[in-house]
């Protein structure tokens, strides 16, 4: 029995969810043979229970300025931490569910950035805010106003001063927020063929936006590829779980869209105010997700990978030739309520 998508209310639900999945795939694959299925995956939530998760994305950044056979350098890190509650609350008959997203906490913590100290970074103005969004049985995000709406109110807050010359914008994790937000339930939505579920061994690929300490539009192009593999399905005492490894590496795909957090022009506070046309030379990682299989609940997902960018001074400044080196981890991690 395939159980519904979004709400497990009693077994009539359980039933029309069933047959509306079968004549699915029956109009799909029409008078074919039929075909074997591997394991389906889909993305579902219980009546009036939140499912909350406890994110972490933390990155160390290194600025090498190399001019011959000398070079200094520079180095920071930043942390953000969201407790984030998900809950169901309400669909339509396509299977389109509508799902309240609440923060209950956001803490950003920072070391080493030039230029002056700002108070609280923007995201933690998202802690004890709600927002709605739509999510389809396969996890992909449908619409998301709201989260936009949000996404450039906080980004209004990161500038912190105005100059003669212009906007002044400093630190912020927005963009972290946003691939908590689109990394969690990727695994499942970048499937190709979802009707026709998923063999052990078996890899699909997706490519999505990295979260940057500078803004994504200072960079040619801010996008990785991600490959996914399932790589096993283990029993447990509650229910079997799927194992989904990933590898990261550079493309020139598109990525998936985001929300623009800032409008207008600006610079940055500290020495990426004065670095430009950022583009990447490397990059490479992996990671690995696990996914109860009875519930449709992702259950942790871990992410670690590198960065290598090139740029340029605003203005010319001899041979010394600017290099950004990132070191990121992102986690998210299921809590019992």
């Not at 699915?24 to 009036?48: H, K, M, N, T």
């Not at 100290?117 to 103005?125: N, T």
Request: with cysteine; net charge neutral.
């Amino acid at each position: 029995m395939i159980e519904t998508f979004f709400v497990k209310s009693n077994v009539l639900v359980r039933t029309v969810k069933a047959v509306a999945f079968g004549l699915l795939i029956f109009a799909i694959c029409g008078c074919q043979e039929q075909v074997q299925r591997g394991q389906l995956f889909s993305v579902d939530f219980e009546p009036d229970a939140p499912v909350r998760y406890k994110f972490i994305s933390a990155r160390n950044v290194s600025t090498n300025l190399k001019s011959g056979s000398k070079s200094s350098s520079q180095t920071a890190s930043e942390t953000l931490e969201l407790v984030m509650d998900f809950k169901f609350s309400g669909g339509d008959k396509f299977g389109i569910g509508e799902i309240t997203a609440t923060c209950r906490s956001a803490k950003v913590t920072r070391k080493g950035f030039s230029g002056p100290r700002m108070g609280l970074d923007p995201i933690e103005g998202l802690a004890g805010r709600s927002y709605t969004f739509q999510l389809n049985p396969t996890g992909i995000i449908t619409e998301y106003s709201q989260i936009e709406s949000l996404v450039q109110e906080l980004g209004e807050r990161a500038f912190t001063s105005s100059t003669q010359s212009g906007r002044i914008k400093g630190q912020d994790m927005i963009t972290d927020f946003m691939a908590m937000q689109w990394y969690l339930w990727d695994a499942i939505a970048s499937i190709e063929e979802p009707l026709k579920g998923l063999s052990v061994g078996q890899s699909w690929t997706s490519q999505q936006y990295v979260p940057l300490p500078m803004p994504l539009s200072a960079v040619r192009h801010a996008v990785r590829e991600n490959t996914y593999t399932l790589t096993g399905i283990t029993e447990s005492e509650t229910s079997p779980k799927a194992v989904i490894t990933s590898s990261y590496g550079m493309t020139e795909l598109p990525g998936q869209e985001w929300p623009v957090p800032y409008s207008g022009s600006y610079r940055m506070r500290g020495m990426f105010g004065f670095l430009r046309n950022y583009d990447f030379t490397s990059l490479s990682g992996s990671g690995e997700q696990i996914i109860d299989l009875e519930s449709g609940t992702v259950e942790s997902f871990q992410q670690q990978y590198k960065i290598g960018m090139k740029a340029t001074f605003m203005l010319p400044l001899g041979d010394i030739s600017p290099r950004v080196t990132l070191s990121q981890k992102i986690s998210a991690e299921r809590l019992e309520l």
